[in-house]
């Protein structure tokens, strides 16, 4: 049986500190399914507005967009900057707040600059990502690495640009195409709550709040991500399980 092959890539939007490797599982279903897949780069400018440019830059002209944590809030500054070019929008473990940490963030930011960004990942960050259930010893050592490879200096670069980003509840009702929002029960970073307010915000979003899955649901649940990411890119029109009028449907997904 061939693969099938799509009408649109797939750009990847990884979290905070984190690299395309928080998708590879993802990565690697989709491209047996004939899907191209796209990492953009989050890592050259120290705001939100500035890092969108920098990924519409090198993005195709159209294409499907999957962004987690700050990758979700950098995907929804691209849909505020270029709506029309984006066909299918993944919205995972995020948020379309403001920041409401910023002085943890200054805090963190000095700390890294005294050259102690192994030491903020390992106490103030990593124990925060992964749900109690899944902080192996493989997911662990893989946040470590991605956080240390990509230093200091994006650490605080992608600080400022989480710290000074402006809410995007104004675009949430102007999103046209087929969405889902998705994070995990026992996420405390990005609450499900914070997603039941995006999701219903969205005209037919899809919600879904995956069980035993924290703040990275792409390493925690990632057949359930992937089986989710898969759905969403067959459809062509606004999914109908919600209408634009109602909430958006909640979907408690077993891990």
């Known amino acids: 049986m061939s693969a099938i092959v799509p009408q649109h890539p ?5 979290g905070f500190m984190c690299d395309g490797r928080l998708f590879q599982a993802q990565k690697a279903s989709l491209s047996r399914n004939g899907y191209l897949c796209l990492d953009g780069d989050i890592t050259r400018s120290a705001s939100i507005e500035r890092i969108a440019h920098d990924v519409l830059t090198d993005a195709p002209k159209k294409f499907a967009l999957v962004g987690l944590s700050m990758g979700g809030i950098v995907a929804l500054e691209i849909v505020r900057q270029a709506p029309d070019r984006v066909m299918h929008l993944a919205l995972l473990n995020t948020t379309a707040h403001a920041d409401r940490v910023q002085e943890q963030r200054k805090t963190q930011i000095c700390k890294v600059a005294e050259g102690k960004l192994s030491l903020v990942m390992q106490e103030e960050l990593k124990p925060n990502y992964l749900a109690k259930c899944n902080r192996t010893s493989e997911r662990l050592n893989l946040l470590a690495d991605m956080g240390l490879k990509l230093g200091e200096e994006v650490f605080a670069q992608q600080s400022i640009a989480l710290m000074n980003r402006c809410s995007a509840h104004d675009i949430l009702p102007n999103i046209s195409c087929p969405t889902i929002v998705m994070t995990g029960r026992d996420d405390i970073v990005c609450t499900p709550e914070i997603h039941i307010e995006l999701a219903n915000a969205i ?17 925690e649940q990632p057949q359930i991500v ?5 759905a969403l890119l067959k459809q062509t029109a606004p999914t109908a399980q919600s209408t634009s009028t109602g909430p958006a449907r909640l979907r408690l997904v077993k891990g």
């Open 203 to 219: 005209p037919d979003a899809a919600l879904s709040i995956i069980a035993n899955c924290g703040h990275l649901s792409t390493m």
């Open 226 to 230: 992937t089986n989710a990411l898969l």
């Open 10 to 14: 797939i750009v990847f939007l990884p």
